[in-house]
T-cell receptor, first 115, second 113 residues
C-alpha cells in the first residue's frame, strides 16, 4: 500500500514563527502536492512538484514556499506564519504517466493553528 | 479556467439511494475522480471515470458524460458510515508533463437512521 506520512498531526504556532510541514511518501511517486482545506472552500492547491528540485505554484501560493530535495520528501514552509494560515494541510502524491490514472494518495493531514 | 460544481449538502435515510451530481468545466480534461472524506480524516479514493458511462463498484457507482461535463456518484443501500463529504475532482492533462486534479468544494452527506 502507498503510504504518505505527514510529520505532525497537530501544531500550534505563534504569529511570525517559521513553520515546516514535512511529507514523505514511500512509493517512488514523481508527483507531490500540498493542499489546504478550509470549511466551505474545499481543497485548494498551494504548490506541487513533479520532480526533484522542481516546483510549481498552485492556486494559493502566497505566504508559502516548498522544498523538494529528495524524491520521497516534499516540505511546505510558512516563512512567517499568520492567523489566516490556520487550516488543515494535506500532502498527496501520485504516479502520473500516460498509462496511469493520476490518482492522488493523501497523508492524514496536519492541523495548524496560528495564534 | 477550471470550474467544478457540486451541491453543498445532502441528506438521506438508511437503506435509501442517493445521487450526488457534479458538473465541470476543465480544459484538457482527462478523467473524473470521486473521493470520500470522513470528518477529521484524509480523502480516500472511490472511483475514476475517463470514458462515458457507468462504473459500478459494489454499493457505489459513478457515471460520466464528457459531452455534458457531468458526473454523478450513486450510493445504494445507504449505511450510517456513509455519512461523509464526497469530493468530485477533474483531472486536467498538461500533455507530457504533470496532470493535476481540480476539486469541487465537496458534498456533505448525512445519513439518518
Amino acid at each position: 500500500d502507498v503510504k504518505v506520512t505527514q510529520s505532525s498531526r497537530y501544531l500550534v504556532k505563534r504569529t511570525g514563527e517559521k513553520v515546516f510541514l514535512e511529507c514523505v511518501q514511500d512509493m517512488d511517486h514523481e508527483n507531490m502536492f500540498w493542499y489546504r482545506q478550509d470549511p466551505g472552500l474545499g481543497l485548494r492547491l498551494i504548490y506541487f512538484s513533479y520532480d526533484v528540485k522542481m516546483k510549481e505554484k498552485g492556486d494559493i501560493p502566497e505566504g508559502y514556499s516548498v522544498s523538494r530535495e529528495k524524491k520521497e520528501r516534499f516540505s511546505l514552509i510558512l516563512e512567517s506564519a499568520s492567523t489566516n494560515q490556520t487550516s488543515m494541510y494535506l500532502c498527496a502524491s501520485s504516479l502520473y504517466r500516460r498509462t496511469d490514472t493520476g490518482e492522488l494518495f493523501f497523508g492524514e493531514g496536519s492541523r495548524l493553528t496560528v495564534l | 479556467g477550471q470550474n467544478i460544481d457540486q451541491p453543498t449538502e445532502m441528506t438521506a435515510t438508511e437503506g435509501a439511494i442517493v445521487q450526488i451530481n457534479c458538473t465541470y468545466q476543465t480544459s484538457g480534461f482527462n478523467g473524473l475522480f470521486w473521493y470520500q472524506q470522513h470528518a477529521g480524516e484524509a480523502p480516500t479514493f472511490l472511483s475514476y471515470n475517463v470514458l462515458d458511462g457507468l462504473e459500478e463498484k459494489g454499493r457505489f457507482s459513478s457515471f460520466l458524460s464528457r459531452s455534458k461535463g457531468y458526473s454523478y456518484l450513486l450510493l445504494k443501500e445507504l449505511q450510517m458510515k456513509d455519512s461523509a463529504s464526497y469530493l468530485c475532482a477533474a483531472l486536467a492533462d498538461r500533455g507530457s508533463t504533470l496532470g493535476r486534479l481540480y476539486f469541487g468544494r465537496g458534498t456533505q452527506l448525512t445519513v439518518w437512521p
